[in-house]
C-alpha cells in the first residue's frame, strides 16, 4: 500500500514539474500575451500620437474669430470691381456698397486688410466680432501686394497672433476666417495645397506674389480675412480665388504673413512701404536655359538683365547669372525670390548665391529703395 500511494505521488509531482516545464518552454517559444495594462498603454501611446493631429478646430477657431472684423465699404461702382478680385458684382446704381474683411494687427485698432476690399472708397465702416461698429482711417496701401492698413479709435482689441509663413507645410491643415456672402465670422478648413504661387493676379513687373495656395472655402467677402494654421496662428491674409464663376471653385490664395507682416509695419511707421530692390529682371530657370548657360541646376531664377545704377549693378551681378540661394535659403522661382527680397529693408545687405557658368559664387547685395509712383 506504502508503495502505491509514493507511485502515485511521484507520478503528481512529475506531472506538475512537466507541465511547469511545457509553460516555461511556451512562453519562451510564443509571443507574449498583452496584459490589460499592455493593452492600455498601447492604446494611450496610439491615442496620443493621434491627438497631435487635431479632431476639430473649435479651440483655434474660438482664438481666432475676435481678432477677424467685417469692413463695410461706400465706393463708387463705375471707379472699381466690387469684391474678390475674380469677382464683379457689377449692378445699376453708380454708388453702392462693398464688403470685405480684416485682421486686428495690433490692441490699439491697427487693422490689415487687402487694398481692392477698400479701394477708392469714401467711407469704411469697421464691424468687430462682438458687433461694435467703427469708422476707419486708410493709414496706407501698397497695391503691388494687395495690401492696407486702417486705424479704428479703439482699445483692448485682441489682436491676432501672428505665425511664421515659412514653417508652414504643403498638406498642413489651415483655416479660413472671414465673413462670405455676408455671413459673419464663418470659419471654413482645408489643406495647404501650394506655396509660391504666383497667378499673376496683380499684373507683371512690380508685383509681388508668393501666395499660399489652399482648397478652404473661400468666397466674395473673405478678401482681406485670416488664414491661420491648427492652433490658431496667423499665417497669411486671404486674398483671391480660382474662379470662372465668382465663387469658390476649389483653390484660394493667400498672401503670406511674414510678407504681410514687414509691408504693414512699414505702412504704420511711414504711412507707405519702402520697398527694397535688386534691380533685375529676372526669370525662372528651365531645362534649355540651364545647358544654353552651361549651369550644373534645375531651379533657380535667370538674371536677364541688370538695371544700371541698381543695388545688382552695383553688387557686380550680370546677365545670365542664376540665382540658387539667398542668405542660406534655397530659391527655386521668381516668386520665392520677390518675397524674400520684399521681406528685407532698405539697406540690409544679402548674400545671394550664384552660378555664373561653371562658378558658384557668394555675391553681398546692399539694397537700395526705388521710387515707385505707383504704389
Sequence with gaps: MKNWLALVLSGIIGGVVTLAGAQYFINRQAPQQDTPLAIARQVNQTRAVVSSVPFDFVAAAQKATPSVVNINTKVARSNREMGFPFFNRGGESPYGEGAGSGVIYSENGYIITNNHVIENASEITVTTNDNRKFKAELIGTYKNTDLAVLKIDAS????????????????????????????????????????????????????????????????????????????????????????????????????????????????????????????VEIADLDSELAKELNVEASQGVVIARVEPGGSADYAGLMSDDVVVGIDGLDVKSMPQLQEVIGRAKVGDTVVLKVLRKSKTLSIPVKLKEKKETDK
Excluded: C, H
Excluded at 459673419?184 to 499684373?203: F, M, Q
Design 156 to 279: 483692448g482689441l485682441i489682436p491676432a497672433e501672428l505665425g511664421n509663413s515659412d514653417e508652414v507645410q504643403i498638406g498642413q491643415w489651415v483655416l479660413a476666417v472671414g465673413n462670405p456672402l455676408e455671413l459673419a465670422s464663418t470659419v471654413t478648413a482645408g489643406i495647404v495645397s501650394a506655396k509660391g504661387r504666383n497667378i499673376e493676379l496683380l499684373g507683371r513687373g512690380a508685383a509681388i506674389e508668393a501666395f499660399i495656395q489652399t482648397d478652404a472655402a473661400v468666397n466674395p467677402g473673405n478678401s482681406g480675412g485670416a488664414l491661420m494654421d491648427a492652433t490658431g496662428k496667423l499665417v497669411g491674409i486671404n486674398t483671391a480665388i480660382a474662379t470662372r464663376t465668382g465663387y469658390f471653385q476649389g483653390y484660394s490664395f493667400a498672401i503670406p504673413v511674414n510678407l504681410v507682416r514687414r509691408v504693414v509695419d512699414d505702412i504704420i511707421k511711414f504711412g507707405d512701404y519702402k520697398r527694397p530692390f535688386l534691380g
